[in-house]
Nanobody, 119 residues
Framework: QVQLVESGGGLVQAGGSLRLSCTTSGSIFSIDAMGWYRQAPGKQRELVASITSGGITNYADSMKGRFTISRNAFRNTVYLEMNSLKPEDTAVYYC?????????????WGQGTQVTVSS
């Protein structure tokens, strides 16, 4: 089992910045990738950014150049630096950890942290 705890959400004005953190515990040695997803009211959850155990990053097109995903040296904390925030970035942001088992993937989720961007 893997436990994830997010922090760092809040209210910010458009153009501002926030940094989200996700700290993991449990069987973190088996994690293959971690990422951030978000879900706005009435919309489906979508990928924001991800980072593999090898350090390869991936971003949704609308976040490229504004958001940066990174992790600490112990690989137990993942960060999401968000710059030039827009009102449409308002959502609940969820941390995800994935473990690949052949054709199956075990997904673990944090409780989510609210990000609100005012215009």
């Amino acid at each position: 089992q893997v436990q994830l705890v997010e922090s760092g959400g809040g209210l910010v004005q458009a153009g501002g910045s926030l940094r989200l953190s996700c700290t993991t515990s449990g069987s973190i040695f088996s994690i293959d990738a971690m990422g951030w997803y978000r879900q706005a009211p009435g919309k489906q959850r979508e990928l924001v950014a991800s980072i593999t155990s090898g350090g390869i990053t991936n971003y949704a097109d609308s976040m490229k150049g504004r958001f940066t995903i990174s992790r600490n040296a112990f690989r137990n904390t993942v960060y999401l630096e968000m710059n030039s925030l827009k009102p449409e970035d308002t959502a609940v942001y969820y941390c995800n950890a994935a473990r690949y088992r052949g054709a199956l993937t075990d997904n673990y989720w944090g409780q989510g942290t609210q990000v609100t961007v005012s215009s």
